[in-house]
T-cell receptor
Framework: AQSVTQLGSHVSVSEGALVLLRCNYSSSVPPYLFWYVQYPNQGLQLLLKYTSAATLVKGINGFEAEFKKSETSFHLTKPSAHMSDAAEYFC????????FGTGTRLTIIP | NAGVTQTPKFQVLKTGQSMTLQCAQDMNHNSMYWYRQDPGMGLRLIYYSASEGTTDKGEVPNGYNVSRLNKREFSLRLESAAPSQTSVYFCASASGLAGAGYEQYFGPGTRLTVT
């Protein structure tokens, strides 16, 4: 079965520091991959998606993710964390339907 | 545009009661989805509808039924609520199926508690 694994259910970084949220996928076919963000008491919002056009994908709010086939990874990064980035982040992988990872809660330390 | 709307926002049920969660989208999307979100488990697909007139089971369909009333509306029904169905329920829609890489747009969620 195709799946995604998010390493780290909680990540804390200082304001201004690098944000790195990890996602690995398992797939026997080229994947579509997504990162969604969920702010408190809200639905999910798409940050970015990989559809094989380019390995480095830029999203909203300064986030980007790099698809690495050799590592089956699609890690999310942001060079400098902002307080407003505090949220839960979900990696998702497509088959007929989207399969979501279990999420990583990002806390920003002032 | 309102996007994806869900009603109600909050609901408390007693075990055995029934209710229907409503979802509507105004983006002319073909596919619609119902997920539940539980702590530490991410989102799990309950049912989906690839197009008007079709519905299919997802990962966790037991205890639920759905109706794709028309292209805009996709409802989720709990016939006999159980405490295990306490969760946050999200509806989503997309132009096409996730398999083709279409982005899903999510509603704000319904927080359901079954006592």
């Amino acid at each position: 079965a195709q799946s995604v694994t998010q390493l780290g259910s909680h990540v804390s970084v200082s304001e201004g520091a690098l944000v790195l949220l990890r996602c690995n996928y398992s797939s026997s076919v080229p994947p579509y991959l997504f990162w969604y963000v969920q702010y408190p008491n809200q639905g999910l919002q798409l940050l970015l998606k990989y559809t094989s056009a380019a390995t480095l994908v830029k999203g909203i709010n300064g986030f980007e993710a790099e698809f690495k086939k050799s590592e089956t990874s699609f890690h999310l990064t942001k060079p400098s964390a902002h307080m407003s980035d505090a949220a839960e982040y979900f990696c998702a992988h497509r088959d007929e339907k989207l399969t979501f990872g279990t999420g990583t809660r990002l806390t920003i330390i002032p | 545009n309102a996007g994806v709307t869900q009603t109600p926002k909050f609901q408390v049920l007693k075990t055995g009661q029934s209710m229907t969660l409503q979802c509507a989208q105004d983006m002319n999307h073909n596919s619609m989805y119902w997920y539940r979100q539980d702590p530490g488990m991410g989102l799990r697909l309950i049912y989906y509808s690839a197009s008007e007139g079709t519905t299919d089971k997802g990962e966790v369909p037991n205890g639920y039924n759905v109706s794709r009333l028309n292209k805009r509306e996709f409802s989720l029904r709990l016939e006999s609520a159980a405490p295990s169905q306490t969760s946050v329920y999200f509806c989503a829609s997309a132009s096409g199926l996730a398999g083709a890489g279409y982005e899903q747009y999510f509603g704000p969620g319904t927080r359901l508690t079954v006592t």
